[in-house]
């Protein structure tokens, strides 16, 4: 499996992105899809994550209610349209694959395999 994640830019306080994370060389259906990102001098967290089957998402509470994740079956992409963006949400952003395990948490980093290569996100006041 590999992901590739773009999308990042610049943009005012206020503005919108949508990434997307593209996954190719799928054998198996992940568990979850995540986004995740990563600020200089911070541990990665996370952002928000679909369920490959059934489309269930999660949300960090800083970006509930301005982030919405999503997911086209037919091309095997997840999206994060990112709205009312804040200074706060600058980071390199990382798509990651969670395989079907016995137990899934989303929001742990740890358990995701595969990750996309990082797309950078700066939003400036």
């Known amino acids: 499996v590999q992901l590739q994640a773009s999308g990042g830019g610049l943009v005012q306080a206020g503005g919108s992105l949508r990434l997307s994370c593209v996954a190719s060389g799928l054998t198996f259906a992940p568990a979850v899809v995540g986004w995740f990102r990563q600020a200089p001098g911070k541990e990665r967290e996370f952002v928000a994550a679909v369920r490959w089957i059934g489309s269930r998402t999660f949300y960090a509470d800083s970006v509930e209610g301005r982030f919405t994740i999503s997911r086209d079956n037919a091309e095997n992409v997840v999206y994060l349209q990112m709205a009312s963006l804040e200074p706060e949400d600058m980071a390199v952003y990382y798509c990651?694959?969670?395989?079907?395990?016995?137990?899934?948490?989303?929001?742990?980093?740890?358990?995701?395999?595969?990750w996309g290569q990082g797309t950078l996100v700066t939003v400036s006041s």
């Open positions: 990651g694959a969670h395989p079907q395990t016995a137990t899934v948490v989303v929001e742990s980093a740890r358990g995701y395999s595969t």
